[in-house]
């Protein structure tokens, strides 16, 4: 008898809360597999909520409509195997998947390993699942699991592959950062060579505050060679047949799984969900998507992440403060890329401090874009400003960095004003490099919704600022602007580096003190100045308190500002003392 | 043999990070015991590293120097037995106490249950440990665990007392809110009476960030009664005598402990730490620190959580915005009553819709109060504000929320700059009912450093502030100012009214739906009605970007706005669909 399934991966985006949409989404991929003639479909982690609901878990009315949709799904699905991920509520709350058949939720698998670091918060919810059962769909021996699962070797894949599981089907919701897919890819045709079974990896897609799930669902073979990879960044569809029969050709050759077997896999329950049919005669062509390269990558998650941010939350424009940097140049090309340019809205506000060349490349680049502006100078309010703070507060106190503060305030409460009159959303352009050292005024240029870059690395700006020219195949981001030396122009002659090191030096140093926790001797033994170093720290730390109330961003590293590094302001530590 | 314990309960003020200070602390409190000449002496939880570090657990080095300075105090231990919070690093971290004896470190108890829920997130961190052992001191048997421990009821203590234990030391890092002391102390008796011991109960003192540690250690006796209690929200070492031969006496009367013993008890260790004293011939009287009222506890609370934030932060001054209304009027007491008048400035920034009174009343509380104040009108920045937005983007459109915001925006812009000017902390006014609904100016009266009432109702920020009038025995907070109608003075005649149910009918509604989570039926079901109540909850759902930026605050309530309360931004879930 020659086994061979089809299998569909449906990587959705899907909205937090929305369970009607959720479920019509599910429905429509369901229908689509159904007339290709598929044998097993599978969504991600918590389609039915979506993800990650957070303390929507802690409602039970949420919890509530949750089993009312997945029943709602299953009595829609016929001849066709749907594995859904949702939340089971029993005794107490599962991070679970439905194996649903023929109009009836057979059986719920539920999560064993809850990740509880970086952005993730499981323990905070969940129970852990205890049972590993393998299905029946075919006569093709199947093991489901959930995302964190397969990161463990000797987790349920392994129990699973024991007892006799040919193909693994783990639905995950894994947030996107650099270098991600290319590491998950790997570990996954790992676990298949280990199991000597197919895996088939199902990603969530969409952006979801902070977080954005790249999607790229793919099929290893017992081999761990890639069969077939789904779009990256955009909902999909991936189809691919499976040669199941060629698992047990390969056990015989490779008797690692026979070898390892013990008493284990007796304990393990067959649930019996599906029976046999003929294999198709036409077989699919395995379709892969190519990779991207980092700074690609990149791009799309902040296109993505912002879409999503701005559409899900219902607003119909974006406003942003153009000041001729390649910072607001970027987030607002990112900007007119994920809504179309009629969406998008530059604000000019310059002062006695503002170059000719800054308005200049500001407004070229919108040209560029071909996006509206106004231009709303700062300098009466400012001098009015001035004036007041002199006759009520401080007389003839010299000027400082607080005249700089009361500028880029001004015109936080101008686009915030803006926002507020048309109920368009401010998105805000501080890189990674500036939100470590605190070099951005809180309620000034922070002020916003949405802070689109706030990952991204200086030095990374340029290169994703190059990376869009070159697609789009021109310079929409006006050369001039990649070559002028950075500046906040909030007084006469201003260079960021008369403040901060030049981004070639500090971006490493932030990179291994804030993403990677390396202790201070280790980053000058990296070949820093060990002075350099400590003042680096020193801002890092001492600006907590503004990134604590920055907006969300996307998260595009291993470690974001936000869910992902929960510091205390409050911190006497000096790592260098 | 007479076996009596002098037990001494620490509850120091530590900081977070400050390893040194935090051993000078540890150390002066070890010598005051011993002139004392106490038995066993116990500090909170993680007394070392200060609680909760958070991701300074993640850093190599923060541990590093705990492990030093844990065992730089235990070589400054005599003949006495300090149990000791610290973090173990050993092939993972865990959560423990040192029990220390004649310098050496005797043993080491790793905490078992690892909070993960509300603000606690210890499963992101250690591992949990898996000894329950019994330590003998003085020929007593002493049974250590740590904070969340206790509150099972099979959990270490239990197996402690069947193992032979007759005191249980519970070493805690509880943060408070309304109604917690009455909590913890009848579990506390509870557990002293199942396990028919003494239970010694040291928790921390002082604020960290949004939580405020509220001290109270006690001590309970077999039966259950309250033998001693600390101060509350000050530093202590409370002392007590305890007939621990009482125990055996009371066994033999109460066979529960002697009736459950089963062979769980000969796994436990018993551990060898000092020997036999005779009982000293005077004994210390008890002392029990009388409760207070929920207002004066929240009163303390705040008062404790905003001098320790500005003094662990090294700021010199507060500056606060007077409005005349009862919650500025409260934060400036409560600054007052933290720091002193001359650390606090009131600034009064009149608008054209100010009130005659408004003004009066700030003016009579900074006089009451002792304090400086500057006036900064802002009508003539918000005229020239409003003529360069109608000259550069909306022309003739009408007036509405938007130049209400500008003004709220340009008062924090002023107060900022005086902050920026003189590295003062501004404190900000909000409570949490405007939190909650989102009643209040992003970057405008939002804007500032701590937010000390943000998580009480207004309802309370009126009961707090009598409270405060009458401890003080006159009106400090103005008559006129608990009588006046609430308004943000925005627009001619405003009131809150105008947009928010009256308080008495608001605040119940949000304590179900923020700090309870109760579904929209059961809050429409407590009498309110239908309409409004999805008005509040709307408003509160809403408004999450707004909380996602706010600076934080004093948590005084089972759920406040912060780490206990997690909820996307991005969310369609509507609780009344």
């Not at 761990?224 to 050759?253: M, N, P, Q, T």
Request: glycine share 6%; proline share 6%.
């Amino acid at each position: 008898m020659t086994k061979r399934l089809r299998v569909a991966l449906a990587q959705p985006n899907f909205i937090v809360g929305d369970f009607e949409k959720n479920a019509e989404k599910i429905l429509s991929y369901i229908k689509q597999a159904e007339k290709e003639d598929v044998d097993i479909i599978a969504f991600p982690e918590m389609a039915v909520p979506g993800y990650p609901p957070e303390d929507l878990l802690l409602k039970p009315q949420f919890l509530e409509k949750n089993m009312e949709t997945i029943s709602n799904i299953a009595k829609e699905v016929g001849d066709i195997v749907a594995i859904v991920g949702f939340i089971e509520v029993k005794e107490d709350i599962y991070n679970a998947a439905a194996v649903i058949y023929q109009h009836k939720i057979v059986d719920v698998y539920h999560k064993i390993f809850l990740p509880t670091y970086s952005v993730f918060d499981e323990d905070r919810y969940f129970s852990r699942g205890n049972r590993i059962p393998v299905y029946e769909v075919r006569e093709c021996k199947v093991g489901v699991n959930i995302c964190e699962d397969i990161w463990y070797p000797d987790g349920p894949a392994h129990f699973q592959a024991l007892a006799g599981a040919e193909l693994i089907i783990n639905i995950s919701a894994s947030p996107f950062h650099t270098g991600k897919r290319a590491y998950r890819e790997r570990m996954i045709a790992t676990r298949g060579m280990d199991c000597l079974a197919f895996v088939a990896y199902v990603n969530l897609v969409g952006g979801q505050d902070e977080l954005v799930f790249d999607g790229g669902s793919f099929v290893v073979s017992p081999h761990g060679e890639l069969i077939a990879r789904a779009k990256l960044f955009e909902e999909d569809l991936l189809i691919a047949d499976l040669d199941i029969s060629s698992v047990l050709r390969i056990r015989l050759h490779d008797p690692r799984i026979r070898k390892e077997k013990g008493y284990e896999e007796n304990k393990i329950e067959r649930i019996f969900v599906a029976p046999y049919k003929p294999p198709k005669k036409e077989t699919v062509k395995p379709r892969i998507t190519p990779p991207m390269s980092e700074e690609e990558e990149i791009l799309h998650a902040l296109i993505v992440g912002t879409r999503d941010y701005v559409n899900k939350n219902g607003f119909k424009k974006v406003l942003i403060g153009l000041s001729g940097g390649i910072d607001s140049s970027l987030v607002a090309a990112i900007a007119t890329e994920a809504l179309g340019p009629e969406r998008v809205v530059g604000v000019l506000m310059p002062s006695q401090y503002t170059s000719r060349e800054s308005i200049e490349d500001a407004e070229e680049l919108a040209k560029n874009l071909g996006i509206q502006t106004y231009t709303v100078p700062i300098t009466e309010i400012f001098e009015t400003f001035k004036k007041e703070m002199r006759r009520c507060v401080w007389g003839n106190m010299p000027e400082d960095v607080t005249e700089e503060n009361i500028q880029a305030r001004i015109r936080g409460n101008i686009l915030m004003a803006i926002s507020n009159k048309f109920g368009w959303l401010v998105l805000t352009t501080g890189n990674k490099s500036e939100m470590s050292c605190g070099y951005a005024t809180l309620y000034g240029d922070m002020a916003g919704g949405f802070a689109v870059i706030k990952d991204v690395m200086k030095t990374m700006v340029y290169r994703v600022a190059q990376c869009y020219n070159k697609l789009k195949g021109r310079e929409i981001i006006p050369k001039r602007v990649f070559i002028k030396p950075p500046s906040a122009e909030l007084r006469p002659g201003q260079k960021d580096e008369d403040t901060l090191p030049p981004y070639e030096i500090l971006d490493p140093i932030l990179k291994a003190y804030v993403e990677e926790d390396r202790p201070y001797k280790d980053i000058v033994a990296m070949g820093f100045d060990p002075e350099l170093v400590k003042r680096v720290i020193r801002m890092v730390d001492r600006n907590e308190y503004k990134r604590r109330q920055a907006p969300p961003g996307v998260k595009i590293t291993p470690r974001a500002f936000g869910k992902d590094r929960r510091l205390p302001i409050t911190n006497h530590f000096r790592p260098f003392e």
